[in-house]
């Protein structure tokens, strides 16, 4: 079996950087929902607006933050989230925490997004999570701290966040805030190989033709290789052709 020579990059993966979800399960009133389930914009804001709690206040956030039954504007987004986030509304800190972030609706303030961030994080918010951990891995609005970003890695990995599960990976491939651990880096790229993503996959196929924090196996590298390869990546596709060693693929 040839070897694969080429060095895999290894950087962190970016933050989900995007609004929450509107409404997971019951996080408003019943009038509120109904109106908005009907498509009555309008009447949904009233009521969301009338309820006066945390879950409320997050649900005008997120239609202004939207634009659904008003005009887009993000700065009255941020005003209602920041009425929920400060009664503890993890979903409204996390938002608020993104908008500190890029500066849309706010100010940037990567302290204060971080501040958020670690709000919603502690209430166990997993994209929270992963997006503190980004912070403390690249020194932004907090002092770097590669430890404290693995802490939160895995806290967000064990609520089943891939990216946490991949970043995680990372910092044990490469011993950095953790020791270096390739069969625990393994751990973890391999639970988000098997979620479909051509970066672990990768990793998977590279270290099974290795003998590299895994048993060498090259069939399973090439199984890993091939998945990345069928999602359209030029690098397992060319690792395929070093896997094989006479410059062609593999055959299936």
């Known amino acids: 079996m040839g070897l694969i020579r080429t060095t895999i990059p290894v950087c962190l993966t970016a933050g989900v950087l995007l609004l929450a979800l509107l409404f997971l399960g019951g996080c408003a009133g019943e009038p509120g929902m109904t109106a908005y389930r009907q498509g009555d914009f309008a009447g949904a804001l009233q009521e969301f607006g009338a309820e006066g709690t945390p879950e409320g206040d997050f649900a005008v956030g997120v239609m202004y933050g939207k634009g659904e039954g008003v005009k887009r504007d993000q700065a009255v987004a941020a005003r209602w989230f920041r009425r929920a986030a400060e009664r503890g509304h993890a979903g409204a800190q996390y938002n608020l ?10 100010a940037k303030d990567l302290k204060e997004a971080a501040f958020w961030f670690r709000r919603a994080a502690d209430q166990g918010y997993a994209k929270a999570q992963v997006n503190l951990g980004l912070m403390y891995a690249r020194g932004e609005g907090v002092d770097k701290e590669l430890r404290e ?3 939160w890695f895995r806290q967000a990995a064990e609520n089943g966040n ?4 991949f970043n995680l990976g990372l910092l044990y491939f490469k ?3 953790v020791g270096k ?5 393994a751990h973890w ?3 988000v190989a098997e979620q479909g993503d051509p970066r672990a996959q990768i990793f998977m196929g590279v270290m099974y033709a290795r003998g590299d924090g895994v048993e060498k196996d090259r069939s399973k590298a090439e199984h890993w290789l091939r998945k990345a390869a069928d999602q359209g990546s030029v690098r397992a596709k060319r690792y395929l052709r070093e896997l094989d060693g006479n410059g062609t693929t593999p055959a299936s």
Not at 162 to 165: D, L, R, V
Not at 181 to 185: K, L, N, P, S, T
Request: proline letters at 0%.
């Open 181 to 185: 651990d390739h069969r625990e880096a």
């Open 175 to 177: 011993g950095e805030g």
């Open 97 to 106: 925490g993104l908008l500190c972030f890029k500066g849309d609706g706010v």
């Open 162 to 165: 891939n990216g946490a599960c």
């Open 189 to 191: 790229f391999r639970l």
């Open 149 to 151: 970003a693995a802490r």
